[in-house]
């Protein structure tokens, strides 16, 4: 009964009326993308789309959690795009799309960004409400999150969904280990854990960055507040739990990129600096920092700052901390302001140190992703400030305010987009991401070793094609040789150790060896395909895509524990309330 009252209690209706709240506030941010058949004009757009129709394509033809194969893409040849990008948005997304609206891939991925928005609302007024315990600050400091510049360019004008999902899971990642850091138990383990995982699995670039200015801001706290190390310890292997959760996915992405086309691409953020140069950061209103129509190089509205609201709030901070010895700031406030300062150099960057960093840090790419981190320390400021600069007395008429203000201020980069020349139904008829998406997870053949003298006997895969079908997830191919032993090539793109190979039901050793596209398709270049060494006979060929053996087990295990620890999570949380 206690449990049954507590749902009709006043912090309940509370926490409904926010979820209205942020459920309305989020349709509006979505205005500029409404339509449900014109799509706007950025290659990301259509990217996503795509993987979201292929997603649901392989659910119906029987892959399940994890999807790892695209099965249209790159000639059917069973391109593991999911292994390698952003795998829970296109699970969750492409079951959403099937099982909820089939028939339009757009109307799920808006569908899932206003979940997102709404989730990272309710997680951002949480978590402010953690460090200034104001509930006027902490439903300001949401609203400004969520109509934050480049939350609203990335869903308005560039159309990054991984992306923008994963700036909706961060502030619930900061908030779960920010309370199992402070009160360690089972249920924040399981749940802090769970977090990460889905961070690391829907944008690995979030993720890694995160890692770093959320594990700085905490290892602070703990030494400004002289806690125990055994908090950061515990904090460290809930974290680790998730890396284990995570590694079927993580193991491939760490050690498989120098193999990859991806490497090669990949830019130093110093030559992308054209896209946040000082005055776009500080600007008070959206304003291209290249001349129009052409925006650059973009062709479409892509203006990201930081918006004065928050440059505000940060500035109050800097005054309090700097000007104004009468009051002693939170503890939280200084290493705040110093990650700030850090972000915000990175992403102007004027000079090129990236030179002087690791190689790594190029995973970046683009020094506006560091606007991200900006968003939730931005917002912890924002709160502490406007609640210090009312004395602590915020009402409704302050937060009414608040809002108006706030949605002035930065509804200038709610953009409209000019529509793209690719329809819906040319991208769920003919399937084909743009020349980044197709070459970035294809073996390189210039980083493996293979035998040129295969072409003597070589049974090409422009023959071997005919005799091969994909059933579910697996490439079968029914292969007769009546020469002498020749080697086959197969329509299955080469990964080394990734690939479970069987001929006539035993497991086989395979090779690579380019494929001689003879199509006018040029993202697809001579990319490595299995090739077998075969007697001749009759053969049944299967291939079917698994990743690291190893990474998938250790996996398993991890989801094994998680499982058997959640019931327990659940009987505790039953018995404390």
């Not at 920092?289 to 004065?308: I, Q």
């Not at 009312?390 to 305010?401: P, S, W």
């Not at 053969?539 to 620890?565: K, M």
Request: proline residues 7%.
């Amino acid at each position: 009964m206690k449990i049954i009252s507590k749902l009709f209690n006043v912090t309940v209706k509370r926490q409904m009326l926010l979820l209205i709240y942020f459920s309305v506030l989020s349709i509006s941010l979505l205005s500029p993308i409404a339509s449900n058949q014109y799509i706007p004009n950025s290659p990301d757009y259509a990217f996503h789309l795509v993987l979201i129709s292929q997603a649901k394509e392989a659910l119906a033809n029987g892959q399940s959690f994890p999807l790892r194969i695209a099965p249209d893409l790159y000639q059917g040849f069973g391109y593991p795009i999911y292994q390698f990008y952003s795998p829970l948005v296109y699970n969750v997304v492409g079951a959403l799309h099937k099982l909820v609206i089939p028939s339009n891939p757009w109307i799920a991925f808006k569908l899932s960004l206003w979940f997102g928005l709404v989730f990272a609302g309710v997680f951002v007024y949480r978590l402010v409400h953690r460090f200034v315990h104001s509930a006027s600050a902490s439903l300001l400091s949401a609203t400004l999150y969520l109509m934050s510049p480049l939350l609203l360019v990335n869903m308005g004008a560039r159309g990054d969904l991984s992306e923008s999902i994963a700036i909706c899971i961060l502030p619930c990642v900061l908030y779960f280990s920010v309370q199992y850091h402070h009160k360690p138990s089972l249920n924040l383990f399981i749940l802090t854990s769970l977090a990460w995982f889905s961070l690391a699995t829907t944008h690995l670039i979030t993720f890694i960055f995160s890692s770093l200015f959320i594990g700085v801001f905490l290892i602070t706290l703990n030494i400004q507040m002289q806690l125990p190390l055994r908090r950061l310890a515990e904090l460290g292997l809930a974290y680790a739990f998730a890396w284990l959760l995570a590694l079927w996915y993580l193991a491939p992405v760490i050690l498989l990129p120098p193999y990859l086309y991806t490497h090669y691409i990949l830019n130093n953020p110093y030559t992308a600096g054209w896209l946040s140069p000082l005055s776009t950061l500080l600007t008070p209103s959206a304003a291209s920092p290249m001349p129009l129509p052409g925006n650059g190089k973009l062709y479409f509205p892509f203006y990201v700052g930081l918006g004065w609201p928050m440059l505000l709030g940060i500035g109050y901070a800097i005054y309090k901390k700097i000007l104004d010895n009468q009051v002693k700031v939170p503890v939280f406030v200084t290493p705040l302001l110093f990650l700030i300062f850090i972000a915000f150099f990175a992403a102007w960057s004027p000079i090129n140190f990236w030179l002087f960093l690791p190689e790594s840090f190029g995973v970046l790419q683009f020094g506006f992703r560091l606007i991200i981190q900006m968003m939730w320390m931005g917002a912890i400021l924002f709160a502490w400030g406007i609640n210090d600069l009312f004395q602590h007395q915020l009402d409704a008429r302050h937060v009414a305010i608040g809002i108006l203000l706030i949605a002035i201020a930065n509804s200038s980069w709610i953009m409209t987009n000019q529509e793209s020349r690719i329809t819906l139904e040319n991208l769920i008829e003919r399937p084909q991401l743009s020349e980044w998406g197709t070459r970035s997870y294809v073996i390189n053949p210039s980083t493996v070793l293979y035998d040129k003298n295969t072409t003597l006997n070589l049974l090409p895969v422009k023959e071997t094609v005919h005799f091969c079908h994909r059933e579910k997830a697996i490439i079968v191919c029914q292969i007769a040789i009546s020469k002498k032993t020749t080697d086959v090539q197969l329509p299955v793109l080469y990964y080394p150790n990734m690939l479970n190979i069987k001929v006539n039901g035993k497991t086989s050793a395979y090779q690579p060896f380019p494929y001689h596209n003879e199509t006018k398709n040029y993202f697809i270049i001579n990319p490595m395909l299995v090739t077998l060494k075969l007697a001749p006979g009759n053969y049944e060929i299967t291939s079917r895509f698994v990743g690291f053996a190893l990474a998938n087990e250790i996996s398993l295990f991890a989801w094994s524990i998680f499982v058997l620890l959640l019931p327990l999570s659940v009987f505790n949380f039953i018995k404390r309330s």
